[in-house]
């Protein structure tokens, strides 16, 4: 009834879809930080679309590289053949990751990079003669994306509780959500010594079943959760003494969002794995990678006859041309623009402004780290999530885009904002929480 027929067939992701066709929040048009409605409302846009946009939107620089490379070269397998710009992202991706990470699987999304993370720890044990490692540890409140494996390791139920067990053999630590840490700027004190969950569990089934350690280094998806201190270094410890691979999760936390690479580096910790996506292309082309120790490499690669792949895992679509080529001119602008370099400068005012919200009585709980924050709106309904939804649709409606999970709101400004636009973007935000009762 009253619905556009227009609207009909395409059944949104993670939407509730009869309540956004009943009342539609489309965007037509974006130009740096801002969407535009068909109508030509402007909103400014306060988590780079889904964390993706981080130096702003339509920048010319990657719609030329990506129309060119369309011109030039559409589309090739990479399937016993390739060309020339995959190697060359390869190579420029490799110039950001930790030292040793120096290899790098393409696919085309952050769900399709955990899945290859699974395999490729599975396949390395296997050519080591581990191949009883088949179980993987995740944690609470943890988001890997909706594939299977992805499923399997997330922390969240509702992303779980439709689909069965995804894969078996997942086991998951707490999360490190605590209550004594509310309201804390940047990386708790609270909470380091839940890194030996990992020991329980190791104890449990047997470190020598255990093939890798998933974790986001700053929990995104559920709300932004830098670690506590000392808990990675304790993950590491850990998974150096029982042979165990430990991935970083950092489709959210790569690319500068921490101000740094990327969060491995903010916090000292070099994983043996890294998923990336999101800003890898900037948003403008779907693709997501996974950064490799070499020796995990080569265990796989310098193994089996020379006629056959070492690896049978791929997409059609990795390494895309266009995807390639959008990620070069993305890398190529981090640089020239010294992106991560102004996330430094930016985030201590960032943390300053979205801080100064605490005072709000419809505010639980604030948490920072880089360019990403986490609100959480008190829940009054008991319904989880409906205050979210409803602060979420509020905001758009005040001219401010803003993702919501659950009954937190997560604040990604692209890199390029400016001190005025975190001040509006608060600005709207302290209206709207206040408003709502
Ligand atoms: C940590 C993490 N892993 C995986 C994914 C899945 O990425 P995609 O939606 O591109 O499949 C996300 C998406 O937000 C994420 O935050």
Known sequence: MGTAPLLDHFWLPFTPNRDFKAEPRLFARAEGVHYFTPEGRKLLDGSSGLFCVALGHGRREIADAVHQQLLALDYTPTFMRAHPKAFELATRVTGFTPPGLDRVFFANSGSEAVETAMKIALAYHRVRGEGQRTMFVSRERAYHGV?????????????????????????????????????????????????????????????????????????????????????????????DEHGILLVFDEVITGWGRTGHNFAAQAFGVTPDLITMAKALTNGTQPMGAVAVKRAVHDAIVEQGPRHAPEFFHGYTYSAHPAACAAGLATLALFDAERSFEKVRALAPYFEERVFSLCDLATVADVRCYGLLAGVDVRTKSGQPGLAGYEVQKRLFDRGLHVKATGDSLLLAPAFVFERAQVDEMVTILREVLSAFV
């Open 147 to 239: 594939n299977m494996g992805g499923v399997a390791l997330s922390g969240l139920v509702k992303n779980r509780e439709s689909f069965g067990a995804g894969v078996p053999g997942v086991v998951h630590m707490r999360h490190t959500h605590l209550p004594e840490n509310r309201f804390t700027r940047g990386m708790p004190e609270k909470g380091g010594e839940l890194a030996d969950d990992l020991a329980r569990l190791g104890a449990l089934h047997g470190f020598a079943n255990i093939a890798a350690v998933f974790l986001e280094p700053i929990a995104g998806s559920t709300g932004c959760l830098p670690p506590p201190r000392g808990y990675l270094e304790r993950v590491r410890e850990l998974c």
